[in-house]
């Protein structure tokens, strides 16, 4: 059944040159289908040089959101209409401008989890595998980090000459990962090592033998000659490590760790947005005005060029 589906996907995808873009949160189900799987900044590029005359993300909004600024020119889908990342709503174009007035001196560094209007007002974007390598590449000293307090709080620890001020933004699920699950995983499996992302807190990330992105965690517990990881990020990449490494033994660090958003996107739901595409009106289409695509784009080129 799961086969069928996927070959029709695959039919409409090349009767539609459709580009299928899919964040490593997505289902193996899914990522098998894709022409791309990745974390956030490798989906960016990936959707910047696409060539197909239509992209599918499948993840969430400021992807799609993300993809639609890089390819104006193309039409750009997402997966799940309803398919947001809360972190992106946790900051609003107003409060960020009434902090920038209130601190004209720093430099606005945006996670790209957050909504294209917040990217218009921002210098440069980051992701969690670009934040460290884009800010100390930076002249400036004074830094404004928004959304995520965690994220920057990391970069400021691997950037110590910067002067970093923290917004109060988190992603809900990884900030959600607490020292006690950490200190249960490691009774639990004292032989393996602990991978986080950088969106956790900071007790969870000092305690952690790793931290990196989505891809940096898969490619790390990879190459590693250790055979046991608790994994602490989305715990969907569980599914596609233990694939990749079926030598290798993958336990979540808290079973909260599930992005409802992400799971939001079926198999069957890429399907039914597949079939629509071309259509006017098409609710999963992003649109945005020429202006809306310019204003935003500066500080996400910024981050591809710096990154
Ligand atoms: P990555 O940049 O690691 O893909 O992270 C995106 C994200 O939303 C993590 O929760
Ligand atoms: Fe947003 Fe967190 Fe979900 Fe990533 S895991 S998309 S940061 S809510």
Request: charged share 25%.
């Amino acid at each position: 059944m799961i086969r069928e589906v996927q070959d029709e996907i695959l039919r409409l995808k090349k009767e539609k040159d459709v580009c299928i873009l899919a964040h490593s949160y997505q289902t193996p189900d899914i990522t098998e289908i894709a022409d791309f799987v990745g974390d956030s900044f490798a989906l960016s590029k990936m959707a910047a040089g696409a060539e197909n005359k239509n992209v599918l993300m499948c993840g969430v909004r400021f992807m799609a959101e993300t993809a639609k600024i890089l390819s104006p020119n193309k039409r750009v889908y997402l997966s799940h209409v309803d398919a947001g990342c809360p972190m992106a709503q946790q900051l609003s174009p107003e409060s960020l401008a009434q902090m920038k007035a209130k601190e004209p001196d720093r430099v606005v560094v945006a996670y790209i989890n957050t909504t294209a209007a917040l990217k218009e007002l921002c210098d440069v974007c980051v992701t969690s595998s670009s934040a460290v390598k884009i800010v100390s590449s930076l002249p400036e000293k004074k830094i404004l980090f928004v959304p995520d307090c965690n994220l920057g709080r990391y970069v400021q620890k691997q950037c110590p000459d910067k002067d970093i001020k923290l917004y109060n933004g988190c992603c809900p699920i990884h900030n959600g990962a607490s020292i006690e699950d950490v200190a249960i995983a490691k009774i639990r499996y004292p032989n393996a090592l602990l991978l986080v992302h950088p969106e956790c807190r900071e007790e969870v990330c000092e305690n952690a033998d790793y931290i990196g992105s989505t891809s940096g965690i898969m490619q790390y517990a990879e190459k590693s000659d250790a055979k046991e990881f608790i994994i602490g990020t989305e715990n969907s990449i569980i599914a596609h490590l233990q694939y990749k490494c079926p030598d290798k033994k993958f336990y979540h660090l808290s079973q909260r760790l599930v992005c409802t958003n992400m799971r939001l996107t079926t198999l069957y739901e890429v399907l039914s947005v597949l079939k629509t595409i071309g259509d006017s009106d098409n609710e999963n289409e992003i649109i945005m005005t020429g202006e809306q695509i310019e204003l935003s784009r500066k500080c996400i080129d910024k981050m591809l060029q710096l990154g």
